[in-house]
Each structure stands twice: as C-alpha cells, then as structure tokens.
C-alpha cells in the first residue's frame, strides 16, 4: 500500500461505496430511531462524509477482528498439546516485529488520510449563500437570518412543557416527539449552502442536529462556525449537547428544511414590512411574551418584543 504517495481519495471512496452497501438495511436517513443499530447517514453532504469515514473505519475494524482472532483459534486448535505441540522457545523476532508496526502504521494513514480532508472540508465555509447565527440562552435557542432583518427564539413547544409539568408518563404512541417539539423552528432551504455562527448568552450550549451531520459548540464569547447543504427537505430534530444547566434537556432544535421557493415565501412573510410606529405606553405586550405575540400581524418579529414595553420602539435595523 502507498496509500501516503498515491491520491488515494477515489480509492477510499470506492471502498466507502462498497463498504456502506451492507449497512444500507441499517443505515438511518434522517433522525435517529429507537434500537437504531448504525450511524446514520443524514440529509447532508458533511453527514455523508462522516458516515463514509465511519463505515471505511468500521470494516476495517471487522477485517482486523477476523485475521487476528481467526489467527489465534487457528493456533490454538491446530498446535493445542493433545497433538504433542511443542511450544517453540524463541523470544524475539525483529521481522515480525516490524511488521506488526510498519502494517497499523500505514493502515491508520490510510484512514487519517481521507478523514482529515473531510474535516478541513467541514470547516469550509466559503461561498455561502446565507449565513444564520444561532445563539444559546437558557434554556432555548435563538436564530438571526443575518442581513434579512428576521430573527426569533425557539423554545420546547408548549405540549412538551404541559406534559411534563403533568407528572404523566408520555408514551412514544401519543407523544412521538415529547421533548423534541419547539414552537418556532428553524426554517431553511434545501440545496443552498448555510453559514452558522454559533455563540451563546450564558453558559456553554452546543447545538445538534444529527442528521445534518455536526454538532458546534455555543460558547458565550467566542463565535464557532459550521455550515451545512441539506439535501432532502423534511423535519429533522436535535438538542443541546452539553449540560447547560437544570433544563438542558428541554431545549431542542427542530430544522424545517423545504424548498428553495417556499423558503423564500416563508422569508418574506417574516420581514419587518415597515418601520414599526411608536408604541403605545399603555397596553403593550409584556415584556416576557414571544415574538409572534408580540407581532401578531404577523410584521416585525424582530425589533419589537422587548423594549416596546416602555419607550417608542426602535426601528428594525435597516438590513
Ligand atoms: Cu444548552
């Protein structure tokens, strides 16, 4: 193998083709299901690549497993001392030394190889069509479409929240997708490539959609990156991966990836129509409501939910 001198890339991805063919019975599309044996293979390229590398790895393990315990039953049964085997006395052998070296060495190049090109291309995010910022908070997730003027929070739907504050047990029958509900989700278009900034406004978050492949920290101060091109439209669900605190089970995150057209539709029934008149002192919305009911108009959602309490609401950033 000159796996390290050769453009091995088509070589590995011919095996990732052969190698993923007996997983496709076990293989997952989109969100994970209870008893799901395999990885699953997502909606996106970047979910793609990690399956590939992950099956190549995979069978590569099993290939290993059979040679080296095959090669030691064979032994035991073929030299075992009812046959009058006799062990041989040596206690060092330098060629096979190095070759149980030389042979893992250059298989793991073989695996880091493809692997590592695949991560520098997750990280890649130029030449992104959009760019969405995702902002944790305790416990709920807020989503900016940067230069649209459209932003809101999403938070765990309201169904989730009653049954859990019933004290009843949910069953997946009645309640599929307890605690994986959320009253606004993320809407986004299919076979464009997205942009995410990732920050968070308290503690640590991490936000998680399996089925697009990745998940990225959300860390107060810093801004991660990530990007994703779904390609099959659907709802697909995830939730913060990292103990954020007592409710860090009751943020999750719900994508609705439809078509480029819809998209659009969806954007432009969102945007602020018009800079928004000077609220009224009186009568306003509590400062602690959402944002569509604090637009019910279904107009600005963005600028008006919070400090409209008091004094006349700035107008919504001119995007
Ligand atoms: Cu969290």
Redesign the pocket.
């Given at each position: 193998m000159t796996q390290g001198k050769t453009r091995g890339g088509s070589r590995v991805a011919l095996l990732a083709t052969l190698a993923g063919l007996p997983g496709l019975a076990l293989a997952q599309v989109a969100d994970p299901k209870p008893w799901q044996l395999n990885m699953g293979r997502g909606v996106t390229h970047t979910a793609r690549m990690a399956y590939e590398a992950h099956m190549v790895a995979l069978w590569v393990c099993v290939a290993i497993g059979i040679i080296v315990f095959g090669a030691m039953g064979y032994a035991m049964f073929k030299f075992r001392k009812s046959k009058g085997a006799v062990a041989a006395q040596f206690s060092h052998n330098t060629t096979a030394e190095l070759i149980w070296t030389i042979v893992p060495v250059i298989i793991l190049i073989a695996m880091a190889w493809p692997a590592t090109a695949k991560l520098i291309a997750m990280y890649d995010t130029r030449d992104s069509e959009m760019t969405i910022k995702v902002t944790?908070y305790?416990?709920m997730w807020k989503y900016e479409y940067l230069g649209q003027g459209v932003e809101f929070t999403s938070r765990l739907a309201r169904s989730s929240d009653q049954m859990r504050q019933s004290g009843k047990v949910p069953d997946a029958a009645s309640n599929p997708h307890y605690l994986l509900e959320v009253d606004h989700p993320l809407v986004l278009p299919v076979d464009t490539k997205i942009r995410f900034v990732i920050t968070a406004d308290d503690?640590i978050?991490?936000w998680w959609v399996p089925a697009l492949g990745w998940k990225q920290d959300?860390i107060p101060g810093l801004i991660n990156e990530a990007w994703t091109n779904i390609e099959v439209p659907g709802t697909y669900r995830g939730q913060?991966a990292?103990l954020?605190?007592k409710d860090?089970g009751f943020?999750p995150i719900v994508v609705e990836a439809v078509s480029k057209a819809d998209f659009q539709k969806w954007l432009a029934a969102r945007k602020p129509a018009a800079p928004v008149p000077p609220a009224p002192a009186e009568g306003s919305p509590a400062p602690d409501v959402t944002p569509e009911q604090a637009a019910p108009a279904g107009g600005d959602a963005s600028a008006s939910a919070a400090p409209a309490a008091t004094e006349a609401a700035p107008a919504p950033a001119q995007a």
């Amino acid at each position: 193998m000159t796996q390290g001198k050769t453009r091995g890339g088509s070589r590995v991805a011919l095996l990732a083709t052969l190698a993923g063919l007996p997983g496709l019975a076990l293989a997952q599309v989109a969100d994970p299901k209870p008893w799901q044996l395999n990885m699953g293979r997502g909606v996106t390229h970047t979910a793609r690549m990690a399956y590939e590398a992950h099956m190549v790895a995979l069978w590569v393990c099993v290939a290993i497993g059979i040679i080296v315990f095959g090669a030691m039953g064979y032994a035991m049964f073929k030299f075992r001392k009812s046959k009058g085997a006799v062990a041989a006395q040596f206690s060092h052998n330098t060629t096979a030394e190095l070759i149980w070296t030389i042979v893992p060495v250059i298989i793991l190049i073989a695996m880091a190889w493809p692997a590592t090109a695949k991560l520098i291309a997750m990280y890649d995010t130029r030449d992104s069509e959009m760019t969405i910022k995702v902002t944790g908070y305790q416990w709920m997730w807020k989503y900016e479409y940067l230069g649209q003027g459209v932003e809101f929070t999403s938070r765990l739907a309201r169904s989730s929240d009653q049954m859990r504050q019933s004290g009843k047990v949910p069953d997946a029958a009645s309640n599929p997708h307890y605690l994986l509900e959320v009253d606004h989700p993320l809407v986004l278009p299919v076979d464009t490539k997205i942009r995410f900034v990732i920050t968070a406004d308290d503690v640590i978050h991490s936000w998680w959609v399996p089925a697009l492949g990745w998940k990225q920290d959300a860390i107060p101060g810093l801004i991660n990156e990530a990007w994703t091109n779904i390609e099959v439209p659907g709802t697909y669900r995830g939730q913060c991966a990292e103990l954020c605190g007592k409710d860090h089970g009751f943020m999750p995150i719900v994508v609705e990836a439809v078509s480029k057209a819809d998209f659009q539709k969806w954007l432009a029934a969102r945007k602020p129509a018009a800079p928004v008149p000077p609220a009224p002192a009186e009568g306003s919305p509590a400062p602690d409501v959402t944002p569509e009911q604090a637009a019910p108009a279904g107009g600005d959602a963005s600028a008006s939910a919070a400090p409209a309490a008091t004094e006349a609401a700035p107008a919504p950033a001119q995007a």
